[in-house]
């Protein structure tokens, strides 16, 4: 009899869903899990999970569950405990022992908390079969070897447009899970999991996730996704995505992609269906560009890993310093700085911030105030609902020039950025007059 387990980690899904899928396939029985392990980040002294993640992760969870249940399945939560030593894989661990589970099935996270999981997992004897399915094209298609991938962003481009070879084919979802295993009971695993949060939230966020249209699951990603090209809003993408507030200037499909509700595969099959019916231009193509620049991340990562970690990032430069007032400022929206107070505001106060905006504001971070980049990015890990360690890591490296620029980091002028983008104030009045 073959028992496993199903870790969903950042892939919250049934379609599209290639590790679970393959779970399914090789299984007599099936648990599927999921662990919440909030933590404090020891070097910064904060929470890593803001409020409203872990409302948008809470939703996300209820729809999976939903589906689970729907083909006969359920789903485990399990918490480790705040004061606990013990993080997510003890947990793993402790419950494949006490149902005498010898297999997991995962995705892969190409960033080294994430890997290193595994790692313990396998050292506790435990068999893991996982992949990294979290890109738009599959591994397996792409034209060069993942460490021979071009370092910057055009050539890997160019090199992906020469290969004709824009996305991977999703995956149906599986039409049978098989059973949970015999000797499960939920009331005897069940430790303090966190009950639903009341959802709240501001009234002016660009992304309001308290809303039913924007909560987390796949069933309203794909809801938003729907509405989104029922609009026709990839045609004037382009053109509205460098905007700072609203609702529609961008996709907002980010939450959901972060969490995994839906896949970058299923997104761009609906795009290109959306473009055979109603006509491809600069717009509808640039969404695939910027979702190209998610899995140029994911594979630097594959192709450098734990050195993206590093202080100096790729190039050896000297360490970062760090500046740990100018840091508070920066995150309290209190830097004197009107443009970057306005965007810290919003995002402390929603968990969202537009692209524009997060480079105006890291770049003010790194370049202006002198601070740790890497305290930028765990601020951004803390309080981004669309919170995704690959893109997260990546953007950072490449604003302070410690990544792969070829122009050696993205200095904004933020009086400029304010004139160019908020000509009017109007932005900057929504979010300093509290
Ligand atoms: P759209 O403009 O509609 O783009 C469509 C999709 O393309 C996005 O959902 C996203 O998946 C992808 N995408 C767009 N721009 C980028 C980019 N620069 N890098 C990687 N993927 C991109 N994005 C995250 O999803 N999670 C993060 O943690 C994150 N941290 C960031 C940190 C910094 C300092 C910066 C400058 C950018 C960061 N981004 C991050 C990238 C980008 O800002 C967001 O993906 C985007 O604003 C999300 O809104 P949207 O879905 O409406 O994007």
Redesign the pocket.
């Known amino acids: 009899m073959n028992t496993a387990l199903y870790w969903f980690r950042s892939d919250l899904r049934l379609i599209d869903n290639p590790n679970f899928l393959s779970a399914c396939k090789a299984s007599d029985a099936l648990l599927p899990i999921y662990v919440h392990a909030p933590q404090e980040s020891l070097i910064w002294g904060f929470e890593r999970i803001s409020e409203h993640r872990q409302q948008f992760l809470c939703d996300a969870l209820r729809d999976l569950q939903q589906q689970l249940e729907q083909l006969g399945s359920d789903l485990l939560e399990l918490q480790v405990p705040q004061a606990s030593s013990s993080g997510a894989v003890d947990l793993v661990v402790n419950l494949a022992h006490h149902l005498g589970i010898q297999t997991i099935y995962c995705e892969v996270i190409e960033a080294p908390e994430e890997m290193q999981a595994l790692t313990a997992l396998r050292q506790a004897g435990l068999t893991v079969h996982a992949d990294l399915e979290s890109t738009m094209i599959a591994m397996r298609d792409l034209p060069f070897a993942p460490d021979a991938m071009p370092d910057q962003f055009t050539q890997f481009r160019n090199k992906i447009e020469k290969a004709k070879y824009l996305f991977a084919e999703p995956v149906l979802a599986p039409s049978h899970i098989p059973p949970l295993p015999n000797d499960f009971k939920r009331s005897e695993l069940i430790s303090g999991v966190q009950t639903p949060i009341q959802p709240t939230g501001h009234p002016h966020s660009s992304f309001p996730h308290y809303l039913d249209a924007y909560r987390g699951g796949t069933s309203t990603a794909v809801a938003h996704l729907k509405q989104y090209l029922g609009r026709a809003l990839p045609h004037s993408?382009k053109a509205t995505?460098n905007q700072l507030h609203g609702l529609d200037y961008?996709?907002?499909?980010?939450?959901w992609?972060?969490l995994g509700c839906i896949s970058?595969r299923s997104i761009m099959r609906e795009l290109k269906q959306f473009e055979s019916e109603q006509g491809a231009n600069e717009g509808s193509y640039w969404?695939w560009f910027?979702?190209l620049?998610?899995d140029?991340?994911r594979l630097l990562h594959l192709k450098y890993g734990k050195q993206l970690y590093c202080a100096s990032g790729l190039n050896q430069s000297d360490k970062p310093i760090h500046n740990a007032r100018g840091f508070e400022h920066w995150c309290s929206g209190t830097t004197g700085e009107s443009i970057v107070d306005a965007g810290m505001r919003e995002l402390k106060a929603t968990g969202y911030?537009?692209?524009r905006l997060?480079?105006v504001v890291?770049s003010y971070l790194i370049y202006d105030l002198h601070s740790d980049w890497r305290a930028?990015?765990a601020w951004?890990?803390a309080q981004?609902l669309?919170?995704?360690?690959y893109?997260?890591q990546?953007?950072?490296l490449?604003?302070a020039g410690r990544g792969t620029d070829p122009r050696g980091g993205r200095r904004f002028n933020p009086q400029k950025q304010a004139q160019d983008h908020d000509a009017n104030g109007s932005y900057r009045a929504l979010w300093l007059s509290d």
Do not use: C, H, M, T
């Open positions: 993408y995505r961008s996709s907002k499909l980010s939450p992609l972060a970058a969404l910027e979702l620049w998610r140029y991340f911030l537009s692209n997060r480079q890291a930028g990015a951004f890990e981004l669309d919170y995704d360690v893109s997260n990546g953007n950072w490449y604003i």
